[in-house]
């Protein structure tokens, strides 16, 4: 089947920089989006990738390797309001089927 | 403002009830979604669906069935509920040439 791959938790400081994971299979595979959870919400869109490279919006910037079938997101300049759970989640089957990671939940120190 | 809507926040349902869940978008959207979401376990697809009428499984269907009558409405079926469905139901959409998938804000189903 398909499955994705990403720590369940990361910690960090305020004002750091912090990377997450993501590794996928590549049987059908379309492209790899980030998406942000914070407790009693609804995940919401952070960024997506389909080519090779690092794609930057603000703060947050994401990569992809397809050769490598891996990706992360990278988050600069944390904030308090940074602390959430992350999803990768990889597009299949010409872009009609979305597999979602188990989420990596974002701790951030003061 | 794109919307996503399910019509039930919480709900709490018997053991061995039919249970239905419903999702409508306004965002004209061919994909339509349904995952449940357990923690630790991250958000796992139900059923999703290209087109009216059309649906195909996903990870964990077993239990589950669905319905796309119309275009902006994608229906989530528990033929008998159980306990171990006991879940925070998400839906979601995303058009088919786009990237960003939209949620709704999530059934949280108990079934006693």
């Known amino acids: 089947g398909q499955s994705l791959e990403q720590p369940s938790e990361v910690t960090a400081v305020e004002g750091a920089i912090v990377q997450i994971n993501c590794t996928y299979q590549t049987s059908g595979f379309y492209g790899l989006s980030w998406y942000q959870q914070h407790d009693g919400g609804a995940p919401t869109f952070l960024s997506y990738n389909a080519l090779d490279g690092l794609e930057e919006t603000g703060r947050f910037s994401s990569f992809l390797s397809r050769s490598d079938s891996y990706g992360y997101l990278l988050l600069q300049e944390l904030q308090m309001k940074d602390s959430a759970s992350y999803f990768c989640a990889a597009r299949y089957s010409s872009a009609s089927k979305i597999i979602f990671g188990s989420g990596t939940r974002l701790s951030i120190r003061p | 403002d794109v919307k996503v809507t399910q019509s039930s926040r919480y709900l709490v349902k018997r053991t061995g009830e039919k249970v239905f869940l419903e999702c409508v978008q306004d965002?004209?959207?061919?994909?339509m979604f349904w995952y449940r979401q357990d923690p630790g376990l991250g958000l796992r697809l139900i059923y999703f669906s290209y087109d009216v009428k059309m649906k195909e499984k996903g990870d964990i269907p077993e239990g589950y069935s669905v319905s796309r009558e119309k275009k902006e409405r994608f229906s989530l079926i528990l033929e008998s509920a159980s306990t171990n469905q006991t879940s925070m139901y998400l839906c979601a959409s995303i058009g088919g040439s786009n990237t960003e998938a939209f949620f709704g804000q999530g059934t949280r189903l108990t079934v006693v």
């Open positions: 965002m004209d959207h061919e994909n």
